[in-house]
Nanobody, 124 residues
């Protein structure tokens, strides 16, 4: 079983940056593709970004392309989401998920484990 713990959320102003982290338990972190999703109040969970186990292949939602960057440090069992030029519409609870597969996915149903989330609030 994999345990995931997100951190790094907070309250920022539009245009600011935040870096989210997701620490994973276990010794085979490279076997897991990782993804970031977010859920705003009253909305469904939506895909943000995903990264392969090796860190080579990355996918982004159109709404965050050019502003967000996903990365991972396999030596530290951690995946990151660097968020720049934040907008009020980025406000949501951000979750990281893991799936035992080579590549990530934009579908939340393909992830096996989830963290509890970290709140990101962007004021205008």
């Amino acid at each position: 079983q994999v345990q995931l713990v997100e951190s790094g959320g907070g309250l920022v102003q539009a245009g600011d940056s935040l870096r989210l982290s997701c620490a994973a338990s276990g010794r085979t972190f490279t076997n897991y593709a990782m993804g970031w999703f977010r859920q705003a109040p009253g909305k469904e969970r939506e895909f943000v970004a995903a990264i392969s186990g090796s860190g080579v292949t990355k996918y982004y939602a159109e709404s965050v392309k050019g502003r967000f960057t996903i990365s991972r440090d396999n030596a530290k069992n951690t995946v990151f989401l660097q968020m720049n030029s934040l907008k009020p519409e980025d406000t949501a609870v951000y979750y990281c998920g893991s799936r035992m597969a080579m590549s990530g996915s934009s579908s939340s149903t393909r992830y096996d484990y989830w963290g509890r989330g970290t709140q990101v609030t962007v004021s205008s």
